[in-house]
């Protein structure tokens, strides 16, 4: 995706993601060369449909893979951000911080889903408010906000 030219998935309707692909390559039945990547191959709105449905720790991770992949995570429309191994529950710290510099990193114009769940304490409120702003101002269509009672 080439810088100042970003859009993603829900932000274009020129793009389907199902389309077919004009450009085929045919192997007539020969095994694939190793090192070929074809995932690669794909269209920004493809693979902003796959990433879409990974956790967001799991997407951001995507980056390291090759420059076009950099930004690529910045686009994704739907924003789950849960407990994992990065980020225990005994940590809820860490994953509050993370939700907080990925909603002002991401560049898409609108958010399909934002979903966050971990044990919430009152310390969290203005972190919890900033998202909330910024998910509204990007017209969200699907807030999810689990917060088991912390005790």
Wanted: charged share 25%.
């Amino acid at each position: 995706m080439e810088e100042g030219s970003r859009s993603c998935s829900s932000c274009s309707s020129d793009d389907d993601p199902f389309a077919r692909r004009s450009v085929r390559r045919r192997y007539d039945n020969n095994p694939l060369p190793e090192n070929v990547d074809l995932i690669s191959n794909l269209t920004d709105s493809i693979l902003l449909h796959i990433l879409s449905s990974l956790p967001l720790t799991d997407v951001i991770a995507t980056e390291t893979l090759s420059k076009r992949w950099r930004f690529l995570w910045k686009m994704v429309p739907n924003l789950v951000f849960r407990h994992c191994a990065r980020f225990p529950s005994s940590k809820p710290s860490a994953l509050v911080s993370f939700i907080y510099k990925a909603l002002l990193l991401h560049e898409c114009s609108r958010i399909d889903e934002l979903s966050v769940g971990f044990e919430y304490r009152p310390k969290f409120r203005s972190a919890v408010d900033v998202w909330l702003h910024v998910a509204i101002g990007k017209n969200v269509e699907d807030i999810d906000l689990d917060f088991p009672f912390y005790s």
